[in-house]
T-cell receptor, first 110, second 111 residues
Framework: DAEITQSPRHKITETGRQVTLACHQT?????MFWYRQDLGHGLRLIHY???????NKGEVSDGYSVSRSNTEDLPLTLESAASSQTSVYFC?????????FGQGTRLTVV | QKEVEQNSGPLSVPEGAIASLNCTYS??????FFWYRQYSGKSPELIMF????GDKEDGRFTAQLNKASQYVSLLIRDSQPSDSATYLC???????????FGKGTHLIIQP
């Protein structure tokens, strides 16, 4: 069965460190997205990609970057982790209609 | 800036009754509308999507869309305790752009 997986599921890092969260999908979807979910804010779009070599900024992109070198993967990098980036991160992929979400990564920046 | 508004709840409904969840959106250009269910500590899962004005039914779930009023709703008939979750309304401009989510409504079905 096709799926979308995120790793790690949980991570604790220190302020200022670079962190990369992985997202891998086997749906063969062109569209991939990264969201963060915080209490009181709901899901907010960080970055998204329509295909290989394409990346776009979302609503809350500052401090984050993504790269798309193949269809299956869209890693999310926090260049210099800040406490404000403590959150639950969800990756999603879509064929253009419905989006399927990964299990989420809980990131804590201390 | 697209905005999607939902009452955060909690909305408490007796088992077997109809649960009614509402959502309004700001962007008149929005074309696609989605309802996701999210259990605590889990990822969102799609329940229904709707594109056209009117009602769309799928089992116990009915999505309603009124583009003139910029209003989307989800009705859950014969509510079950397993329906207790947070329900997220999401809108899209259509095609490949990312979804804009509301903050969700916490639904509690009381046995």
């Amino acid at each position: 069965d096709a799926e979308i997986t995120q790793s790690p599921r949980h991570k604790i890092t220190e302020t200022g460190r670079q962190v990369t969260l992985a997202c891998h999908q086997t749906w063969n979807h062109n569209n991939m997205f990264w969201y963060r979910q915080d209490l009181g804010h709901g899901l907010r779009l960080i970055h998204y990609s329509y295909g290989v070599q394409d990346t776009n900024k979302g609503e809350v992109s500052d401090g984050y970057s993504v790269s798309r070198s193949n269809t299956e993967d869209l890693p999310l990098t926090l260049e210099s982790a800040a406490s404000s980036q403590t959150s639950v991160y969800f990756c999603a992929s879509s064929s253009g209609i419905e989006a399927f979400f990964g299990q989420g990564t809980r990131l804590t920046v201390v | 800036q697209k905005e999607v508004e939902q009452n955060s709840g909690p909305l408490s409904v007796p088992e077997g009754a109809i649960a009614s969840l509402n959502c309004t959106y700001s962007d008149r250009g929005s074309q696609s509308f989605f309802w996701y269910r999210q259990y605590s500590g889990k990822s969102p899962e799609l329940i229904m999507f709707i594109y056209s004005n009117g009602d769309k039914e799928d089992g116990r779930f009915t999505a309603q869309l009124n583009k003139a009023s910029q209003y989307v709703s989800l009705l859950i008939r014969d509510s079950q305790p397993s329906d207790s979750a947070t329900y997220l309304c999401a809108v899209s401009g259509g095609g490949a752009d990312g979804l804009t989510f509301g903050k969700g409504t916490h639904l509690i079905i009381q046995p």
